[in-house]
């Protein structure tokens, strides 16, 4: 029997609530989930402070707890949209439908010939990476935006204070 599986991109950085009811929901209607890790060379940086390998492990503690099947794949950038989703499907396991609400992702897997569907944002005030790493940096509330497993690996890591050591030359 043929496997269904759908491809879900983001920057992950980090991991949120956001995230995490979306592929929840992908789950229900697909066998597996292929999650790229958008973005993975980059790291140490205010608006990307964390490694695709601490990416993988955010992604991958989060989705145990819910025992959703998936894979977690580090995608690097390339300077050529043209060639991109030939590039990502030289990396990924085969999926037959994409998940995503940014226009350029949406529009380059259209393109492609690829069905991809638009779903709902969830909570979009709170879940986002940016209000995330804002709160980080203002010692406020962080926690509750991202799943428990995400604050266990941001703490095993030091991501605040990585956060706020990298912020400190380069406001963003
Ligand atoms: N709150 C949300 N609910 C549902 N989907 C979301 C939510 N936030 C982001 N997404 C989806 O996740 C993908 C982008 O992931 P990304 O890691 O860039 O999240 P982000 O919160 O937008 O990050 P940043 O604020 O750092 O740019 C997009 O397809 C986007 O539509
Ligand atoms: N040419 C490229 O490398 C290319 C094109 C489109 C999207 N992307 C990546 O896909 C990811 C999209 O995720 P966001 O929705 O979080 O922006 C980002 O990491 C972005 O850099 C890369």
Redesign the pocket.
């Known amino acids: 029997m043929h496997m269904r599986r759908a491809f ?6 980090p991991f ?4 995490y ?2 592929i929840k929901d992908i789950a229900r209607d697909v066998d597996e989930v292929v999650i790229g890790i ?1 973005s993975a060379q980059k790291s140490h940086e205010p ?1 990307n402070p964390f490694t695709a390998g601490e990416r993988v492990m955010m992604i991958k503690h989060a989705l145990e707890d819910a025992g959703i099947k998936h894979y977690a794949i580090p995608l690097e950038d390339l300077q050529r949209n043209a060639v991109w989703v030939s590039h990502i499907i030289s990396m990924t396991p085969p999926f037959d439908v994409v ?4 226009p350029l ?1 949406v529009r380059l897997f259209k393109e492609s010939g690829i069905p991809v569907e638009q ?6 005030e709170g ?5 995330i ?1 804002k709160r980080m940096l203002r010692d406020e509330d962080w926690k509750s935006l991202v799943p428990e497993a995400v604050v266990d690996v941001i703490e095993e890591i030091d991501g605040v204070n990585r956060l706020k050591c990298v912020s400190k030359s380069d406001a963003d």
Do not use: D
Not at 8 to 13: A, E, K
């Open positions: 879900y991109i983001g920057r992950f950085q949120h609530l956001g995230h009811s979306l958008g608006k998940y995503s609400n940014n992702v779903p709902p944002m969830y909570q979009r879940y986002s990476g940016s209000e790493r």
